[in-house]
C-alpha cells in the first residue's frame, strides 16, 4: 500500500506540484514528428503536465512549443498563421518565433518599445527517434538531449507510434513494470501447454538499482532443464524497457527486438504512451508491414484507433467489446489485443487510484521499488538536488534481453554481450 499523502505527490503533475516538478527536470516526448509533417503547417494542440500549449514547425524546421494563448489577449493560437519562421496570432498579428520572441507587432506603433518586452512561454525541442521532445524545467538545470540506443537506431530498424490512455500515468508505468500479469491478462490461448507463462505463472523477480532507475530480472521455470529469463530496464521517471527475442515457446522471434514504452502524463487523469520497438540484428530491419502487424497483434494497429485520434475503438465506454464465450473457452480476458487488455484494467481502476488499499504480494517488488524511486526523487528535487536518470551517460550503454537458459547457468554471464547497446 501507499500512503494516501505519499499517492497525491506521485499522481498530480501540474505546474507546482512534487511530480510535476520532477518530471519537469528530464527531457519529455511532447509529440511524435508525423504529427508536424510539413514545415510552416498547421499548428498542433499539446496538453502536457497539465498545461495547454501549441507545437509548430517553422519555415527553417524548427519546432516551437509556445503557450496555447496569446499573451496580448489570450486569444487561441491555434488558430495563429504558421508563417517566415513564427507562429502569428490572428486577433491582432502579434508573432512569436519558436523561443517565444514576439518578432512582429502591426498592431502597435512602429518601434515600440513594447515588442522587445512581450513573450509567449516557450519551451526548447529537440527531434529525436521519430518523436518531438521538450523540457519544461528551468532553463539553468537543463541536462543534455536525451540518448536512450532506440532514438540511435537507423529509421529502418525502428518504429515508434502512440495511445492514448483514459487514467493517471502511474497506472500504466506500473502495468508495464508488473511482469506477473502476462500469466493471466496477456494469456491468449489459456491450453496451451508450451506457453511458459502457463507452465510458471509465478516469476521469481531480482533488481537492482542503478543511476537511471533499475533494471530487474524476470526468471520462469520452462521446463526440460531450463530457464525462461527476462532482463528489464526501468528508466526515470516513467519508461520501461524490454527484450523481444525469444517467444514464450522458445522459438526465435523472426525479427528480434527491444520493446519499450513511456507513459507521458498529459494531465493527472490522462496519458499518452509512446510505444517503440528497436530491431536488434543490423540484417533485419522493421518494416512497415511487420510493425503494423505488431501493432494490430496489441491492438493499437491503424485500424484499431477512432479516425484522426491515437484513441482505441475499443474503450471503457464499449468494455473493450469483452467476449464472454471467449473467455470461458480461450483467452484469460476475453478482451482482444495485449495494448486493450492492458487498458482495460489500468483503465478499469478509475482515473487515480487509493493506493492506500492494496494488499502487495512478492510479485510487486518492481512497482514498490520504482515508487521508492519517484519519491526519492521527489524529495531530491525538492531539496535542490538531481534525481536519477538525468545524465545520459547513466543509459546510454543499457540494453534489456531476454532468452532461455540452462539451470545453473548465470544468466549474467550467457547474456554478457546482449546487454550491451550497439547502435
Known sequence: MLKPEDNERLVRVGPGTPAGNLFRRYWIPALLAEELP??????????????????????DDRVGLVDAFCPHRRAPMFFGRNEECGLRCVYHGWKF????????????????????????????TVEKGGVIWTYMGPKELQPD???????????????????????????GLEGGLDTAHSSFAHNN??????????????PRIDFERTDYGYYYVSTRNAGEGKSWVRVYHYLMPFQQERGNVTGISGEREAVPK?????????DDEQTYVYNWMMGLDENVPISADYAEEMEKFT???????IPGTYKLKLNLANDYKIDRHLQK?????????????????????GTIVDRSKEFLGTSDKAIVTMRRLLLEAVE????????????????????????????????????????????
Open 299 to 305: 491492438g493499437r494497429g491503424k485500424d484499431d484507433l
Open 189 to 202: 490461448n489459456i491450453h496451451a501447454k508450451n506457453d511458459v507463462r502457463n507452465r510458471d505463472k509465478a
Open 97 to 124: 518565433d519558436v523561443n517565444g520572441d514576439c518578432v512582429d507587432m502591426p498592431s502597435e506603433p512602429a518601434g515600440t518599445p513594447l515588442q522587445a518586452k512581450v513573450k509567449i512561454k516557450s519551451y526548447p
Open 329 to 349: 473457452t480461450m483467452t484469460f480476458t476475453g478482451i482482444t489485443g495485449l495494448n486493450t487488455q492492458d487498458y482495460a484494467l489500468q483503465e478499469g481502476m
Open 145 to 171: 538531449p536525451p540518448d536512450y540506443e532506440w532514438l540511435r537506431a537507423p529509421a529502418t530498424h525502428r518504429h515508434v507510434s502512440k495511445t492514448y490512455e483514459a487514467c493517471n500515468y502511474l497506472q
Open 380 to 423: 531530491a528535487v525538492e531539496r535542490g538536488e538531481k534525481p536519477r536518470g538525468l545524465d545520459p551517460s547513466t543509459y546510454r550503454e543499457v540494453r534489456a534481453y531476454d532468452d532461455f537458459v540452462q539451470n545453473g547457468q548465470d544468466w549474467r554471464e550467457v547474456f554478457a554481450h546482449n546487454l550491451k547497446a550497439k547502435w
Open 258 to 266: 527491444l520493446d519499450g514504452h513511456l507513459w507521458v502524463p498529459i
Open 38 to 59: 510539413e514545415k510552416d503547417g498547421p499548428p498542433v494542440r499539446v496538453r502536457l503536465l497539465g498545461e495547454d500549449l501549441i507545437a509548430y514547425r517553422d519555415t
